[in-house]
């Protein structure tokens, strides 16, 4: 980026026109949304079949997750068996950042409770858990069978319980999770918004390779946050 990379200097009058244009667009997005979240209610739902998964409690089925819920949505976390802090997924950690207990608390408020799930033992990912110092209930589905397996994490998924009946409601993955990333939200509305070359910005914006950012000094950025002993 050269000094000169920046937007153009306007007219407090001219930037309000440009501002309103922008405005009417934006308003359209939303209502676009609304029209996607509309069409998501009405998706059918389909049965799990009976899954248990491993938590601070030793093996719990499926439904127990929901701890007296009716609606539980669950992140899976990509996990690399047996590798350092450092070396664990940092598009997975910073999902996770913003999953604090105030949040939860609110989806708690309309009946939904939220879990981390990963294909990790769960001596490993509860450790990495309360490394960096998150409260969010992990469990591990090493055991789980098919019923609960993803393309190795990153996956939303999203359920309903009848009882002691579950059935999947929703999924979503790539893009689709960045409803958990708030930086990318706050991102997108600065000048130079995510940085990332697929992005189309005028020439001369600062771009990186999508994600890149996510990771420094070897570790994923959140974790400097919690230490600042240097990565071997």
Same mark, same amino acid.
Request: contains cysteine; hydrophobic residues 35%; aromatic residues 14%.
């Given at each position: 980026m050269t000094e000169s990379a920046t937007p153009r200097i306007v007219t407090r009058d001219e930037w309000e026109r440009a501002r309103a244009e922008l405005l009417v667009r934006e308003k359209a997005h939303t209502r676009a949304e609304d029209a996607l979240a509309a069409a998501r209610r009405r998706l059918p739902m389909t049965p799990m079949d009976p899954a248990t998964v491993i938590g601070p409690n030793g093996s719990s089925p499926l439904h127990e997750v929901f701890e007296g819920r009716r609606m539980l949505i669950v992140y899976h976390f990509m996990w690399s068996k047996g590798a350092p802090h450092h070396k664990q997924c940092e598009g997975c950690t910073h999902s996770q950042t913003a999953m604090n207990s105030a949040v939860r608390a609110?989806?708690?408020? !309309? @009946?939904?409770?939220?879990?981390?799930?990963?294909?990790?033992?769960?001596? &490993?990912?509860?450790?990495?858990?309360?490394? =960096? +110092?998150? $409260?969010?209930?992990?469990?591990?589905?090493?055991?789980? +069978?098919?019923? #609960?397996?993803?393309?190795?994490?990153?996956?939303?998924?999203?359920? %309903?319980?009848?009882?002691?009946?579950?059935?999947? /409601?929703? &999924? $979503?993955?790539?893009?689709?999770?960045?409803? =958990? %990333?708030? /930086?990318?939200? #706050? %991102?997108? #509305?600065?000048?130079?918004?995510?940085?990332?070359?697929?992005?189309?910005?005028? /020439? +001369?914006?600062?771009?990186?390779?999508?994600?890149?950012?996510?990771?420094?000094? +070897?570790?994923?950025?959140?974790?400097? $946050? !919690? $230490? @600042?002993?240097?990565? &071997?």
């Open positions: 609110y989806l708690a408020e !309309r @009946d939904v409770n939220y879990a981390v799930f990963s294909s990790g033992p769960w001596n &490993e990912i509860v450790a990495y858990r309360d490394f =960096m +110092g998150w $409260t969010t209930a992990w469990y591990s589905t090493a055991n789980s +069978g098919a019923a #609960l397996a993803t393309r190795n994490g990153g996956d939303l998924r999203c359920y %309903l319980r009848i009882n002691e009946q579950v059935f999947q /409601t929703y &999924e $979503t993955k790539w893009r689709g999770i960045e409803a =958990m %990333l708030p /930086t990318l939200q #706050l %991102l997108d #509305l600065t000048p130079y918004g995510r940085q990332e070359t697929w992005e189309d910005s005028p /020439t +001369g914006w600062p771009q990186d390779e999508a994600g890149s950012w996510w990771r420094r000094d +070897g570790r994923p950025v959140a974790q400097w $946050t !919690r $230490t @600042d002993a240097a990565v &071997e």
